[in-house]
C-alpha cells in the first residue's frame, strides 16, 4: 500500500474542513473514494485489478470550491494531481492538445512527486559530497599549475602529468574552517549545465516518444554529454548547484520512472473543470453540439480505462480517479452521452455561498485571505488585524456584488479585499514598523462609494 495514505474518512473530511468552508456531500464523497483506494490495495490480488473507481461528478456554480477539494484531496494522499479544462477541447483551431495529453501531465507531475522524494532521501549523502568538492576546488585553487609538456612535430607525445595532490591536513583544515562558514564569500570556479530548449517545443504536443528517442540519441554524442559553462562563484552560491548535482548522481532515475508510472496508474487524480461545457443540447443535430459530443467520445476511453503511450512508457487509465465539474446553468447533466454519464457514478451538488459562509471563508480556514495579507503586510513590518465588523461587512458587499453582477462565489473577495487594502499596499514599504486595524468604519468608508455607484461596481469588484 505504498504511496497511499491510509486516513479514514472522518480524518480526511477534519482535513478538508481546514481549507475550505461547508460541502459537507462533496467531501463526504471524495473521502469515500479516497479510502476506497486504500481498500482497494488491501483486497487479495486477484480481485484488486477488477475494483476500478468510482468517479465523481461535481454539480455546483463557480467559487463554491469544487477544485479546491480535489486538489486538497490529492495533496493529502501525495498523489499525482492535474486539473484539466473540458472547453479547451472545444476550441476552433485547437490542434496543440490532445486528451491523452492529460494523462501524460498526471504523469509528469508524478515524476515531480517522486523525484522530489528521492532527491529528500539522498540529501545528507549529496551535501556530503558538495562540501567535499568545495574543500577539493578550494584546495586546488591555491595550487600552481603543472607545467604544460612541450609538443614535439605537432603532436603532443605524452599526457600532461597529474594534478599535484594536497596534504591531507590542508584537507581538514579547509573542511574545519568551510563547516564554521568562513569560507563562505571565497570565490571558485565551477562548470554550471547549460539548460537547452525542450524538444517539445520543436514537435508540439503528441512529440512524447520522438522526444525521448532523439534524447537518449543526443545524449550519446561526444562532447554534448555534460556541457557546461565556466562560473566563479562564491561557496555560498556553488554549494547550492553542487547539492542538486550530487543529489542528481546519487538518483536512480529508471526507479524514479518506474514509481511514477506505478503511481499514476494506482493512485492518479485527474480534475476535469468545466464539463457541462462539452454537454451537447437535446434535439441538436448539428453545429457546435457535434463538437461537444466528438470531445464527451475521445473522453470517453480515458475515463473508461485504456493506455496511453507517454515518454516514460504505457501508462494504464483504468485505476486513475477522475473527478468533473461544472455548473450546469444551461445544460444538464442528461446532456451528457449517456456513456460518459455512467462512467461517473458517484454525482454531489454543491450548495451556493451565502454571506455566513463569506464569513468562515475569511476567518476559518488555515490559509483564509485574511490571514494571508497578514503575512503579506508583515514583511513590511506592518501588522494587521482584523475586528470582527470588517470581516462581517466584507462578506456583506461580496454578497452584493455577487447579487449585482455575476456570481462567481468566493472568488469575489479577491477583489473585494484588493479595492480595501489598495491604498495600504502602496503605502506599506514606506510606513515602517506600525500597526493597523481593519474595522467595520474603514470597510464602509472605503467600499460604499464603490458599491453605490453601479459602473464603478462592475469595474472594481
Do not use: C
Not at 473514494?33 to 477488477?50: G, K, S
Not at 607545467?147 to 603532436?155: D, E, I, K, L, Y
Not at 455512467?342 to 485571505?369: C, M, T, W
Not at 513590511?380 to 470582527?388: A, C, I, K
Amino acid at each position: 500500500m505504498t504511496g497511499i495514505r491510509s486516513f479514514t474518512p472522518r480524518e480526511i473530511v477534519g482535513e478538508l474542513d481546514r481549507y475550505v468552508v461547508g460541502q459537507n456531500k462533496a467531501k463526504r464523497a471524495v473521502a469515500i473514494a479516497l479510502r476506497n483506494r486504500w481498500r482497494r490495495q488491501a483486497v487479495p490480488e486477484a480481485m484488486r485489478d477488477e475494483i476500478s473507481p468510482k468517479n465523481i461528478l461535481m454539480i455546483g456554480p463557480t467559487g463554491v470550491g469544487k477544485t479546491e477539494i480535489a486538489r486538497r484531496l490529492a495533496k493529502l494522499a501525495n498523489a499525482p494531481f492535474v486539473k484539466v479544462e473540458a472547453s479547451k477541447f472545444t476550441e476552433v483551431g485547437y490542434v496543440g492538445r490532445d486528451v491523452e495529453g492529460m494523462v501524460r501531465d498526471l504523469v509528469e507531475h508524478a515524476i515531480q512527486l517522486v523525484r522530489a522524494e528521492e532527491m529528500a532521501a539522498v540529501e545528507t549523502r549529496a551535501k556530503e559530497n558538495a562540501e567535499e568538492r568545495i574543500v577539493q576546488l578550494l584546495a586546488q585553487r591555491d595550487v600552481p599549475p603543472p607545467p604544460r609538456p612541450t609538443p614535439q612535430f605537432g603532436f603532443m607525445l605524452q599526457p600532461p602529468p597529474p594534478t599535484a595532490s594536497v596534504p591531507e591536513s590542508k584537507l581538514a583544515e579547509l573542511r574545519a574552517r568551510l563547516r564554521k562558514g568562513e569560507l563562505e564569500r571565497e570565490t571558485i570556479e565551477i562548470d554550471v549545465a547549460e539548460g537547452g530548449m525542450p524538444l517539445m517545443q520543436f514537435f508540439g504536443a503528441g512529440g512524447d516518444e520522438l522526444e525521448s528517442k532523439l534524447g537518449e540519441m543526443l545524449a550519446q554524442v561526444p562532447g554534448l554529454k555534460g556541457k557546461g559553462k565556466r562560473r566563479r562563484l562564491t561557496v555560498e552560491e556553488a554549494r547550492k548547484l553542487l547539492e542538486q548535482e550530487e543529489a542528481q548522481k546519487l538518483l536512480d532515475m529508471d526507479r524514479v520512472k518506474a514509481e511514477a508510472v506505478r503511481r499514476t496508474e494506482q493512485a492518479g487524480i485527474v480534475f476535469i473543470d468545466e464539463i457541462d461545457k462539452i454537454a451537447g443540447r437535446q434535439g441538436a443535430h448539428g453545429g457546435p453540439d457535434v463538437s461537444r459530443e466528438g470531445v464527451q467520445r475521445d473522453l470517453l476511453p480515458i475515463v473508461e480505462g485504456s493506455t496511453v503511450s507517454t515518454k516514460y512508457g504505457p501508462v494504464r487509465t483504468d485505476h486513475v480517479l477522475f473527478i468533473a465539474a461544472g455548473a450546469f446553468h444551461v445544460a444538464k447533466v442528461s446532456d451528457l452521452i449517456p456513456e460518459l454519464q455512467g462512467r461517473f457514478p458517484i454525482r454531489v451538488e454543491l450548495e451556493s455561498l451565502g454571506e455566513a459562509d463569506f464569513v468562515r471563508i475569511l476567518s476559518e480556514p488555515k490559509n483564509a485571505l485574511t490571514k494571508q495579507y497578514q503575512a503579506l503586510f508583515l514583511t513590511e513590518g506592518v501588522r494587521l488585524d482584523w475586528t470582527d465588523g470588517a470581516i462581517a461587512a466584507l462578506a456583506r458587499y461580496a454578497m452584493l456584488a455577487n447579487q449585482r453582477t455575476e456570481n462567481i462565489g468566493a472568488r469575489r473577495l479577491h477583489a473585494i479585499l484588493e479595492a480595501l487594502l489598495d491604498d495600504l499596499s502602496f503605502r506599506a514599504a514606506e510606513m515602517g514598523e506600525a500597526q493597523v486595524t481593519i474595522d467595520a468604519d474603514l470597510v464602509e468608508r472605503t467600499l460604499r462609494p464603490i458599491a453605490e455607484s453601479e459602473d464603478l461596481s462592475r469595474y472594481v469588484l
